[in-house]
C-alpha cells in the first residue's frame, strides 16, 4: 500500500515458534494429498492385508473357531519372524507405490514456478523448506508401514501374553527401524527427483525406473564382476537385510547388517547432495 496513507501497521499477532515453522510447509502441502483419487484408493488399499492379518490373529486365538476347525492354537497363523517379513514387505510396496505419485508434488512445482525465493526470504532456512516437505510424504507412509506393523505386533502380545511380546522384543525394533529407515530412502530419493526433474509425470516415472532398475542393475553387476557387492546397490534389498536381521529369517544374500547401514547412509547422503545443489534462493541460467 502506498506510504503516505499511513495506514500501515507491524503485524502484533502471535508469532509461530522458531523450531516448528517448517511444519507450515508440512501443513499445507498435506491438504493436497488427498485431493486425488488414486492416492486416496491407494492408501485404502494399503490397509487391505493389515485387517486380513489382524482378523487371522483373532482367529488363532478363537477357541470357537478353532474347535469348529478342529485346529490348534496358533495353525491358521504361524506368528514369527517370517510373518511379519512378509507384513513389512507387503507394505513396504505400497509405500513405495504412494511415494511415486505424492514426491513429485513435493519440489517440481516450487521450481517450475520460480517460487523458492518466496520462501526463502522469509526466515525459513533450506534445510527447513526440504525438512518440510519431507514430513508430508514421512507422516503419510508412517500409517502405512509402522504404524500397522506395531499395531499388529501389539495385538498378538496381548493375545499371546506379556511374555510372547518380550521374547519377541526385536520383532517390534525391526518394524519400527527397518520403516524409519525404508522411509527416509524413499523420501529423499523422491525430494531429489522432485528437484531435479520439474514435470511431475516424468518425475514420478523416473522414480519407479530408479527403484525398478537398482534391483536389476545390482544384479549385473554381481553377475559381470563376480561379485557380492552389487547388492549395496539396491535399496530394497538393503532394508530386507535389515528386516531379515532383526526378524531372525536367514535371506540369500552375504551382505553384511553393518554394509546395509553403510549403503543406506551413502545413498541418503547422495541425495542430500543433490537436493543441497538444487534448493537455492536463485538459479544461475546459462
Same mark, same amino acid.
Given at each position: 500500500?502506498?506510504?503516505?496513507?499511513?495506514?500501515?501497521?507491524?503485524?502484533?499477532?502471535?508469532? &509461530?515458534?522458531?523450531?516448528?515453522?517448517?511444519?507450515?510447509?508440512?501443513?499445507?502441502?498435506?491438504?493436497?494429498?488427498?485431493?486425488?483419487?488414486?492416492?486416496? @484408493?491407494?492408501?485404502?488399499?494399503?490397509?487391505?492385508?493389515?485387517?486380513?492379518?489382524?482378523? @487371522?490373529?483373532?482367529?488363532?486365538?478363537?477357541?470357537?473357531?478353532?474347535?469348529?476347525?478342529?485346529?490348534?492354537?496358533?495353525?491358521?497363523?504361524?506368528?514369527?519372524?517370517?510373518?511379519?517379513?512378509?507384513?513389512?514387505?507387503?507394505?513396504?510396496?505400497?509405500?513405495?507405490?504412494?511415494?511415486?505419485?505424492?514426491?513429485?508434488?513435493?519440489?517440481?512445482?516450487?521450481?517450475?514456478?520460480?517460487?523458492?525465493?518466496?520462501?526463502?526470504?522469509?526466515?525459513?532456512?533450506? &534445510?527447513?523448506?526440504?525438512?518440510?516437505?519431507?514430513?508430508?510424504?514421512?507422516?503419510?507412509?508412517?500409517?502405512?508401514?509402522?504404524?500397522?506393523?506395531?499395531?499388529?505386533?501389539?495385538?498378538?502380545?496381548?493375545?499371546?501374553?506379556?511374555?510372547?511380546?518380550?521374547?519377541?522384543?526385536?520383532?517390534?525394533?525391526?518394524?519400527?527401524?527397518?520403516?524409519?529407515?525404508?522411509?527416509?530412502?524413499?523420501?529423499?530419493?523422491?525430494?531429489?527427483?522432485?528437484?531435479?526433474?520439474?514435470?511431475?509425470?516424468?518425475?514420478?516415472?523416473?522414480?519407479?525406473?530408479?527403484?525398478?532398475?537398482?534391483?536389476?542393475?545390482?544384479?549385473?553387476?554381481?553377475?559381470?564382476?563376480?561379485?557380492?557387492?552389487?547388492?549395496?546397490?539396491?535399496?530394497?534389498?538393503?532394508?530386507?537385510?535389515?528386516?531379515?536381521?532383526?526378524?531372525?529369517?536367514?535371506?540369500?544374500?552375504?551382505?553384511?547388517?553393518?554394509?546395509?547401514?553403510?549403503?543406506?547412509?551413502?545413498?541418503?547422503?547422495?541425495?542430500?547432495?543433490?537436493?543441497?545443489?538444487?534448493?537455492?534462493?536463485?538459479?544461475?541460467?546459462?
Amino acid at each position: 500500500m502506498a506510504v503516505h496513507k499511513r495506514s500501515y501497521r507491524a503485524y502484533e499477532g502471535a508469532l &509461530t515458534p522458531r523450531w516448528s515453522r517448517f511444519l507450515i510447509l508440512t501443513r499445507y502441502a498435506a491438504k493436497g494429498v488427498f485431493q486425488s483419487r488414486i492416492i486416496t @484408493g491407494l492408501f485404502v488399499i494399503s490397509f487391505f492385508y493389515p485387517l486380513l492379518m489382524i482378523a @487371522g490373529l483373532y482367529l488363532n486365538h478363537n477357541t470357537q473357531v478353532l474347535s469348529m476347525l478342529k485346529l490348534a492354537s496358533d495353525q491358521i497363523l504361524v506368528i514369527n519372524g517370517t510373518f511379519f517379513l512378509v507384513l513389512m514387505t507387503v507394505q513396504a510396496a505400497f509405500a513405495f507405490l504412494m511415494t511415486a505419485f505424492i514426491g513429485p508434488n513435493m519440489i517440481a512445482p516450487d521450481l517450475a514456478n520460480n517460487a523458492l525465493p518466496l520462501y526463502f526470504c522469509r526466515p525459513l532456512s533450506r &534445510t527447513e523448506y526440504v525438512t518440510g516437505r519431507a514430513c508430508v510424504i514421512f507422516f503419510v507412509l508412517s500409517f502405512i508401514t509402522w504404524i500397522p506393523g506395531l499395531l499388529i505386533f501389539a495385538i498378538e502380545g496381548t493375545l499371546s501374553g506379556p511374555a510372547w511380546a518380550w521374547d519377541h522384543r526385536n520383532f517390534a525394533f525391526g518394524i519400527f527401524i527397518g520403516s524409519v529407515l525404508w522411509l527416509l530412502l524413499l523420501t529423499l530419493i523422491a525430494l531429489a527427483i522432485s528437484a531435479w526433474v520439474r514435470w511431475k509425470l516424468i518425475a514420478g516415472a523416473l522414480l519407479l525406473a530408479v527403484m525398478f532398475a537398482s534391483s536389476g542393475f545390482a544384479t549385473a553387476v554381481n553377475e559381470i564382476l563376480r561379485v557380492k557387492a552389487g547388492f549395496y546397490l539396491d535399496p530394497a534389498n538393503l532394508i530386507a537385510a535389515i528386516w531379515a536381521r532383526f526378524f531372525d529369517v536367514p535371506i540369500h544374500t552375504e551382505m553384511s547388517i553393518t554394509g546395509a547401514y553403510a549403503g543406506i547412509a551413502v545413498i541418503c547422503g547422495f541425495c542430500v547432495l543433490l537436493l543441497s545443489r538444487k534448493i537455492r534462493a536463485f538459479e544461475v541460467v546459462k
